[in-house]
């Protein structure tokens, strides 16, 4: 069970009971099967939509899943841009969001119109864009990368062009730091991971002594410093088993410790805090519910539409990516 207080950690104990489906959750599945769709869903969605979804993981996963999906509707549980892409690099689909107001800070910290008029005074550049960006950035960029492929892309951009990364500086400074390749940073962020803090992670692993604390890249270089292990959402399941520690602190999005959870039923984990919360939840991400899936399924909408010529602009660097990173 997990228990929380404001100033008490959020601490989900090991042996997480398993409800059964409700009666919302079964409709869902009947609607899914009579509209012949899939179901993607991100890490960060609430535990209901998850425990429903064909495929469950991070952008990576979930944009590869987008691609080779056969069914005729792809149901997106997460926000804008992801749906986005999957309706890019699979447009014969209808792809579904449930809310089409769940965007994305760092998104929104870059508008194609800034990075068209920054390349026009800066011509040369190599555009390598963090995933969480919107198709008119994707249009406007080189290659597309994700938390789970950001090294692997950017050593593959020839030696001699210098790169703009955008939008996230986080992620951009981690590979820059792990890499040792210089690049220009667009000055976006992830107003959630950027609450995190140092001393708020380094207390809580005084608190649990032994327990590594896993960030995400989008996270500040001061928690990166201080974390045990920094990588996507995906690469996280995969620590987590891996590693001999019973209790793990992880500081991302909070829904990420159920797929934990039902995954590593024997282990305990930790929500990274921040300043004033034991938790810290995607406002955005929080915005699909199962009724407004159903009610996407029920009404196959709200569908993601795009101009054909900047859906094709932007396939190019996602499919250089798919092809990078395999
Ligand atoms: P991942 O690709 O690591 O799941 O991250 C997505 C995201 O939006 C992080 O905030
Ligand atoms: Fe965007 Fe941050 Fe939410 Fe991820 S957690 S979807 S980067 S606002």
Redesign the pocket.
């Known amino acids: 069970m997990a228990s929380a207080s404001s100033n008490e950690p959020l601490v989900f104990e090991p042996g997480a009971a398993r409800q059964p489906l409700s009666a919302l959750q079964e409709e869902i599945l009947d609607l899914k099967r009579q509209r012949n769709a899939v179901i993607l869903a991100h890490n ?1 969605q609430i535990e209901p939509i998850q425990r429903i979804a064909d495929h469950l993981g991070d952008s990576l996963g979930l944009a590869y899943a987008a691609a080779e999906a056969k069914a005729d509707a792809i149901l997106f549980c997460g ?1 804008h841009f992801m749906a986005e892409t999957a309706k890019i690099v699979n447009p014969s689909r209808t792809v579904l969001l449930p809310d089409p107001e769940a965007g ?4 929104d910290s870059c508008p194609a119109d800034k990075l068209r008029a920054y390349k026009e005074k800066n011509p040369g550049l190599y555009v390598v864009a963090y995933i ?1 960006c919107s198709a008119a950035v994707k249009a406007e960029s080189d290659v597309i990368c994700t938390s789970g492929n950001a090294h692997k892309i950017v050593a593959k951009v020839p030696e001699d062009r210098e790169i703009l990364f955008v939008p996230d500086q986080n992620l951009g400074q981690w590979v820059m730091h792990k890499s040792g390749r210089k690049m220009r940073l667009w000055p976006g962020s ?4 950027v609450l995190f803090t140092a001393q708020t992670l380094t207390a809580l692993r005084d608190k649990f002594p032994g327990a590594p604390v896993v960030a995400h890249p ?1 996270c500040t270089q001061a928690v990166r410093d201080m974390a045990d292990e920094v990588c996507s959402t995906e690469r996280m399941v995969l620590f987590c088993k891996e590693t001999a520690a019973q209790t793990i602190i992880i500081a991302t ?1 909070t829904n990420m410790i159920h797929r934990l959870r039902r995954e590593m039923p024997d282990k305990r984990f930790v929500a990274g805090p921040t300043a004033n919360c034991a938790c810290n939840e ?1 406002r ?2 929080k915005m699909n519910t199962l009724e407004k899936v159903r009610d996407a399924l029920l009404h196959m909408s709200p569908a993601i539409e795009l101009p054909e010529e900047m859906r094709a602009r932007a396939e190019t660097p996602i499919r250089r990516m798919l092809e990078w990173s395999r």
């Open positions: 960060y926000v994305c800070s760092l998104s969480n992830c107003y959630a991971h989008e999005e995607c955005y991400m």
